[in-house]
């Protein structure tokens, strides 16, 4: 039966997705015609947006674009592909592949590590395509689900073995993550050559016009939450006994975007449902998707994501119809606790007596350049390293499972190539997202300007005697959001070239949204005004006063409670 709020929105007009999922044909469009097209090296009509089901979105170098134009010359369309790779992990041996992919068919010849532990290539031309797809195919991998309306690249806490549980998290992670890909046969015609199958395609989860939008899972082992659930539609949080997940806390509706000047647009925390036990985690999952898929806003994109339809409809009732849809009942959340979000940079030992070495990416971007050569000196490990990389939701990469053996030959590596510098603790905790040239939405810098940025906040910092502190600090190009500025201390998000609002109050577990202080404001008003900031930090904060915690208390900015009301106030 559908409720009165479900016939409210299917009076009002579908939004043009609705209508391109609808008639794509299960994905399909007609992008083998376009691929065929040689006059345009981009995609036309519906399949611009289609192809980002198969994990690419078409962009044009921005540097470039008034150049072209005055040239009279198309846009430099190229398309980013993002992997899909659940939990971060990658065999170090397939990386070879993916750093020569890089080298020869992207325009910049870099790899980028993304804040959802996978990576990202920017630059491959259309003709290019089948050939990253069926390279990635090679080496076990796709791109399946990674944008779009479908649920995203499932992150997990990034714990190289550690313990069994993070094992068994990781694991989990893989199995929701194959569990709610979209089941259509398209990907694999298009990219893969296969043969179209004549039996009808069905998606049992996600439905003939997929999800109303992205979705994002996660999957945390506490204390840490390095993958910031806060941010995410659907959590699992491990509740262990004896070394082994009995069962989850399942919290849902976080999400981060809003647009400039929309009141109706607001970041949201994930909230607590229950405790479920672990036998009915895909259930649950099951559940709560097709909830979404069935009552989230096909309207509006600007008000289809979860946390929207949790408010639409009340959380109790969103509840009690994932307890219908999966038949259990949530118990009461059980007790957890966080500690922390960053990574642990360093050699760590785990539980086989194998090393694991976590290193610090510059933005996320494997490259090599002036200051550094961290492509080659990664592709030098992958050569001869048996164990994985993992990528972490911090852009950064952890070199796990190192035999005694090779781990002087890998720290002879790490050496030579300089991969393992001293960093301060702000640029570790630092992130921004990928922003100019690529980004067709980016309002302001980001990953080009984070690295000058965060040295003029160590500055700030020395000047005070705070330098060996640690502050979140994160950029955004835009009120999206992709670098979690919305979760950081102290959080940058673009308004137009060279001017940012500032936010600041978030905490260092990432369970508290930060509140605008000064909004459109230049690159040198930013520093005067964190200047101010952290000079009373460093003279009347508590003993161990995170920066974010005291910018409340002494009433900087207020405390958002409920981001719906407190948020634009
Ligand atoms: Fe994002 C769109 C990059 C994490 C919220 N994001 C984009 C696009 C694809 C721009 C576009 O639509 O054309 C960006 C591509 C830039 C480029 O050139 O690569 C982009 N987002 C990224 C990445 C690469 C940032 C990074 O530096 O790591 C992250 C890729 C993650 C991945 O591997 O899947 C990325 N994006 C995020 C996050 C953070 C997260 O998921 O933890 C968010 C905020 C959390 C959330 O979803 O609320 C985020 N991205 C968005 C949004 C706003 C969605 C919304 O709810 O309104 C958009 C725009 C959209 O979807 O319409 C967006
Ligand atoms: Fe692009 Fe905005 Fe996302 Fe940055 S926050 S990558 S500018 S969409």
Same mark, same amino acid.
């Given at each position: 039966?559908?409720?009165?709020?479900?016939?409210?929105?299917?009076?009002?007009?579908?939004?043009?997705?609705?209508?391109?999922?609808?008639?794509?044909?299960?994905?399909?469009?007609?992008?083998?015609?376009?691929?065929?097209?040689?006059?345009?090296?981009?995609?036309?009509?519906?399949?611009?947006?289609?192809?980002?089901?198969?994990?690419?979105?078409?962009?044009?170098?921005?540097?470039?674009?008034?150049?072209?134009?005055?040239?009279?010359?198309?846009?430099?369309?190229?398309?980013?592909?993002?992997?899909?790779?659940?939990?971060?992990?990658?065999?170090?041996?397939?990386?070879?592949?993916?750093?020569?992919?890089?080298?020869?068919?992207?325009?910049?010849?870099?790899?980028?590590?993304?804040?959802?532990?996978?990576?990202?290539?920017?630059?491959?031309?259309?003709?290019?395509?089948?050939?990253?797809?069926?390279?990635?195919?090679?080496?076990?991998?796709?791109?399946?689900?990674?944008?779009?309306?479908?649920?995203?690249?499932?992150?997990?806490?990034?714990?190289?073995?550690?313990?069994?549980?993070?094992?068994?998290?990781?694991?989990?992670?893989?199995? @929701?993550? &194959? $569990?709610? +890909?979209?089941?259509? *046969?398209?990907?694999? %015609?298009?990219?893969?050559?296969?043969?179209?199958?004549?039996?009808?395609?069905?998606?049992?989860?996600?439905?003939?016009?997929?999800?109303?939008?992205?979705?994002?899972?996660?999957?945390?082992?506490?204390?840490?939450?390095?993958?910031?659930?806060?941010?995410?539609?659907?959590?699992?949080?491990?509740?262990?006994?004896?070394?082994?997940?009995?069962?989850?806390?399942?919290?849902?509706?976080?999400?981060?975007?809003?647009?400039?000047?929309?009141?109706?647009?607001?970041?949201?925390?994930?909230?607590?449902?229950?405790?479920?036990?672990?036998?009915?985690?895909?259930?649950?999952?099951?559940?709560?998707?097709?909830?979404?898929?069935?009552?989230?806003?096909?309207?509006?994109?600007?008000?289809?994501?979860?946390?929207?339809? @949790?408010? &639409? $409809?009340? +959380?109790?009732?969103? *509840?009690?119809?994932? %307890?219908?849809?999966?038949?259990?009942?949530?118990?009461?959340?059980?007790?957890?606790?966080?500690?922390?979000?960053?990574?642990?940079?360093?050699?760590?030992?785990?539980?086989?007596?194998?090393?694991?070495?976590?290193?610090?990416?510059?933005?996320?971007?494997?490259?090599?350049?002036?200051?550094?050569?961290?492509?080659?000196?990664?592709?030098?490990?992958?050569?001869?390293?048996?164990?994985?990389?993992?990528?972490?939701?911090?852009?950064?990469?952890?070199?796990?499972?190192?035999?005694?053996?090779?781990?002087?030959?890998?720290?002879?590596?790490?050496?030579?190539?300089?991969?393992?510098?001293?960093?301060?603790?702000?640029?570790?905790?630092?992130?921004?997202?990928?922003?100019?040239?690529?980004?067709?939405?980016?309002?302001?810098?980001?990953?080009?300007?984070?690295?000058?940025?965060?040295?003029?906040?160590?500055?700030?910092?020395?000047?005070?005697?705070?330098?060996?502190?640690?502050?979140?600090?994160?950029?955004?190009?835009?009120?999206?959001?992709?670098?979690?500025?919305?979760?950081?201390?102290?959080?940058?998000?673009?308004?137009?070239?060279?001017?940012?609002?500032?936010?600041?109050?978030?905490?260092?577990?990432?369970?508290?949204?930060?509140?605008?202080?000064?909004?459109?404001?230049?690159?040198?008003?930013?520093?005067?005004?964190?200047?101010?900031?952290?000079?009373?930090?460093?003279?009347?904060?508590?003993?161990?006063?995170?920066?974010?915690?005291?910018?409340?208390?002494?009433?900087?900015?207020?405390?958002?409670?409920?981001?719906?009301?407190?948020?634009?106030?």
């Amino acid at each position: 039966m559908e409720s009165n709020k479900q016939k409210k929105n299917i009076k009002k007009k579908m939004t043009d997705a609705e209508r391109i999922k609808e008639n794509s044909n299960y994905l399909r469009g007609t992008i083998t015609d376009d691929l065929k097209n040689e006059i345009t090296n981009g995609f036309t009509g519906d399949n611009f947006s289609l192809i980002r089901f198969h994990g690419m979105y078409q962009q044009d170098d921005r540097d470039l674009r008034i150049e072209r134009h005055e040239q009279k010359l198309e846009p430099r369309y190229a398309m980013m592909l993002r992997c899909r790779l659940p939990g971060g992990v990658i065999q170090a041996k397939k990386w070879l592949k993916i750093s020569n992919f890089a080298d020869k068919y992207t325009l910049y010849k870099t790899i980028r590590l993304t804040n959802r532990q996978t990576f990202q290539f920017h630059g491959i031309l259309k003709k290019n395509l089948k050939r990253v797809h069926q390279m990635l195919h090679e080496i076990g991998l796709d791109a399946l689900g990674t944008a779009n309306d479908v649920n995203r690249n499932v992150l997990c806490t990034s714990n190289p073995l550690e313990s069994l549980i993070h094992k068994e998290a990781y694991e989990w992670a893989q199995k @929701i993550s &194959n $569990f709610l +890909l979209p089941r259509t *046969k398209a990907y694999a %015609e298009i990219w893969l050559d296969q043969k179209k199958i004549f039996t009808t395609d069905h998606e049992p989860i996600l439905g003939r016009t997929y999800l109303p939008r992205k979705f994002k899972t996660t999957v945390v082992v506490p204390p840490y939450n390095d993958v910031d659930l806060y941010a995410n539609d659907m959590n699992f949080i491990a509740i262990t006994k004896k070394n082994k997940i009995i069962g989850f806390n399942v919290l849902i509706g976080g999400g981060l975007s809003f647009i400039h000047g929309n009141k109706n647009t607001w970041p949201f925390l994930a909230q607590e449902l229950g405790y479920i036990s672990v036998k009915n985690t895909l259930l649950v999952a099951e559940a709560i998707v097709t909830t979404q898929r069935d009552w989230g806003n096909r309207t509006d994109r600007s008000n289809a994501k979860t946390r929207y339809t @949790i408010n &639409n $409809f009340g +959380l109790d009732v969103f *509840k009690k119809e994932i %307890e219908k849809r999966a038949n259990i009942y949530f118990e009461p959340i059980r007790d957890y606790n966080f500690i922390s979000r960053g990574d642990r940079f360093g050699w760590k030992k785990d539980i086989y007596d194998n090393w694991n070495l976590t290193l610090f990416v510059n933005n996320g971007r494997i490259c090599d350049d002036n200051h550094n050569l961290f492509k080659s000196g990664l592709f030098e490990i992958a050569k001869i390293h048996e164990g994985n990389f993992r990528i972490t939701s911090n852009q950064n990469i952890i070199i796990s499972e190192i035999s005694q053996y090779n781990k002087h030959i890998i720290d002879n590596i790490v050496q030579s190539y300089k991969l393992l510098n001293q960093t301060s603790n702000l640029r570790k905790n630092s992130m921004a997202c990928v922003s100019f040239p690529t980004c067709p939405l980016a309002m302001a810098e980001a990953e080009r300007v984070l690295s000058f940025f965060v040295t003029q906040l160590e500055n700030i910092m020395l000047k005070y005697h705070v330098d060996q502190e640690k502050i979140v600090f994160r950029i955004s190009g835009c009120p999206n959001n992709c670098g979690r500025s919305l979760l950081a201390e102290i959080g940058l998000i673009g308004k137009s070239l060279g001017r940012y609002n500032l936010y600041i109050g978030g905490n260092q577990i990432g369970s508290r949204i930060p509140k605008i202080y000064q909004e459109n404001i230049t690159e040198k008003e930013i520093f005067i005004h964190l200047d101010n900031l952290i000079q009373c930090w460093s003279k009347e904060r508590n003993i161990k006063e995170d920066f974010g915690d005291f910018v409340i208390r002494k009433n900087f900015v207020n405390e958002i409670i409920n981001p719906i009301s407190d948020f634009w106030n």
